[in-house]
């Protein structure tokens, strides 16, 4: 039986008996009695149980902050752990943004406060001068109802006033090396059959031989099975620890991000060459969710209301698969065969994605209605992506979420539209014909007819911004009626 080792507070922790779905805020509370860390949703939405990761990265270290409450522990394995607890000094003084939080009134029932302070305290050890667009994103996974937020934020706008501690980086670092694992050395735990390879080959081997097995990799999703659904993972693979897994490549073709490539970095990559992705990128999920999920695992999730499809399925992004030593690749959206189910076979896994490197002339959008700007799951969700030859339509690809059981294109739009002009008739056509391509539901989010006419006033929308007479700036626009 293997051990789960990591760093907390500068000391080893080892675990030799370990339940694979036992989360990190469990063994908070319960085993160490750090009662600081809070459950209050237990599916990643609060931010009550933040707690702080840090891994190596090159030469340096990555601080992020993550959800304890749907964080296995056995994924803590090779890092180094930082709770509300482990921020005070030795000589019992608080951390600078723990005494920044006192001095500006910045909590009062105190029950979201420790998840405050970690998300701060990751905003702190990664940037030196936060502006208040840097605080409203690092605090967008946590939840207060007492402050109104203003004392929270003018705490986190005075916290880099105050003296710094002293760090010891290059000591952990050197703890973080000591705990790395060579090729070949995964961890496997007896209980529950759980499964972390360090290597792409292993990982495929242990798919074939585990075909039923569940595949791990943020769990942001598979957290919520457990904690929620009660969900019994009888064996888990995960895919953290596999190197390759966690590279992103560019080239002058293509960008290919990796299966275990977390959110925030796929993000950063894709906003970097696609900037129009940016928003969409602000407004997935929470900073603590994005630190912890990966694209790839959003992607193989499938949700017919996941953000990050549309706007891939529309740049003609394209899906690697492995089975054992077999590889194909396909078009995203040929990945989707009906609600929750793809073409995978038993024992595949996704082993990266590959996006087109950007064209010059190429117009893209995308839009994402919600009732709340920030955490919030998309009623539409919309990607427009257009190559025009002067004012006619080259091509056109539509691609939406939230309108069908699968991410899908709007095939009939697209025929319509391609090859004719880029103007008010045609738009305004193509504006009816996306009721037959979908048949969207209601539900508590949005109802079917919300749906149809903000789609087909996104298109407009889309029109307005990319018209070659006077085009008009992307903020200027927010809402119209379907005409007619």
Same mark, same amino acid.
């Given at each position: 039986m293997d051990t789960v080792r990591f760093i907390l507070d500068g000391k080893l922790v080892e675990i030799d008996d370990v339940e694979p779905t036992r989360s990190v805020l469990q063994y908070l509370r319960e085993d160490l009695r750090r009662t600081g860390s809070k459950e209050g949703c237990a599916e990643g939405d609060c931010g009550a149980c933040t707690v702080v990761i840090a891994e190596l990265?090159?030469? $340096?270290?990555?601080?992020? +902050?993550?959800? /304890?409450?749907?964080?296995?522990?056995?994924?803590?394995?090779?890092?180094?752990?930082?709770t509300v607890e482990s921020l005070k000094a030795a000589d019992g003084s608080l951390h600078p943004v723990q005494q920044s939080m006192v001095d500006y009134h910045g909590s009062q029932c105190g029950f979201c406060t420790p998840g405050f302070i970690m998300s701060m305290y990751a905003l702190y050890k990664n940037n030196s001068a936060p502006g208040r667009g840097d605080i409203d994103d690092a605090l967008s996974g946590n939840l207060c109802r007492c402050t109104g937020y203003r004392p929270i934020i003018e705490a986190c706008l005075h916290m880099v006033d105050y003296p710094a501690p002293q760090?010891?980086?290059?000591? *952990? @670092?050197?703890?973080? *090396? $000591?705990? @790395?694992?060579?090729?070949?050395?995964?961890?496997?735990?007896? =209980?529950?059959r759980y499964y972390a390879p360090t290597s792409v080959d292993e990982l495929a081997s242990l798919c074939q031989q585990h075909p039923s097995a569940q595949i791990l990799a943020g769990g942001t999703d598979v957290g919520l099975w457990v904690t929620k659904q009660l969900r019994e993972l009888p064996v888990i693979i995960y895919l953290g620890n596999v190197s390759e897994l966690g590279q992103?490549? #560019? #080239?002058?073709?293509?960008?290919?991000?990796? /299966?275990?490539?977390?959110?925030?970095? /796929? $993000?950063d990559a894709i906003c970097a060459q696609y900037p129009e992705f940016s928003e969409m990128?602000? =407004?997935?999920? #929470?900073?603590?969710? =994005?630190? /912890?999920?990966?694209?790839? $695992?959003n992607i193989a999730n499938g949700s017919p209301i996941g953000d990050s499809?549309?706007?891939?399925?529309?740049?003609?992004?394209?899906? @690697?698969?492995?089975h054992g030593d077999d590889v194909r690749e396909m078009a995203l959206e040929?990945?989707?065969?009906?609600?929750?189910?793809?073409v995978m076979q038993a024992g595949e896994f996704i082993e990266?994605?590959?996006?087109?490197?950007?064209? &010059?002339?190429l117009e893209l959008r995308c839009y994402k209605l919600s009732k709340r700007f920030d955490q919030d799951i998309s009623a539409v969700c919309a990607a427009f992506a257009l190559r025009l030859d002067g004012d006619t339509v080259n091509e056109i690809r539509i691609a939406l979420g939230g309108m069908a059981a699968i991410p899908k294109r709007a095939l009939l739009t697209e025929k319509l539209l391609t090859g004719g002009k880029w103007d008010e008739s045609s738009v305004t056509a193509a504006m009816g014909k996306l009721a037959e391509d979908f048949t969207p539901l209601s539900d508590m989010r949005a109802s079917a007819d919300y749906r149809g006419r903000a789609t087909a006033n996104l298109l407009y929308r889309f029109y307005l &911004?990319?018209?070659?007479?006077?085009?008009?700036? #992307?903020?200027?626009?927010?809402?119209? +009626?379907?005409?007619?």
């Open positions: 990265t090159g030469d $340096g270290i990555r601080y992020r +902050a993550v959800n /304890a409450c749907i964080q296995f522990l056995p994924t803590l394995d090779g890092k180094a752990l930082f760090d010891n980086d290059q000591d *952990l @670092r050197k703890q973080l *090396l $000591g705990l @790395r694992r060579a090729a070949g050395q995964s961890l496997e735990l007896e =209980r529950g992103i490549k #560019s #080239s002058r073709d293509n960008i290919e991000i990796g /299966a275990a490539v977390t959110l925030s970095d /796929a $993000g990128f602000r =407004r997935f999920a #929470s900073v603590p969710v =994005r630190n /912890a999920g990966t694209l790839v $695992g499809m549309p706007v891939l399925i529309a740049i003609k992004t394209w899906v @690697r698969l492995r040929d990945l989707y065969l009906d609600y929750m189910k793809n990266a994605i590959e996006i087109p490197a950007r064209d &010059e002339h &911004e990319t018209r070659s007479q006077q085009p008009l700036d #992307s903020e200027a626009v927010n809402v119209f +009626a379907v005409p007619g």
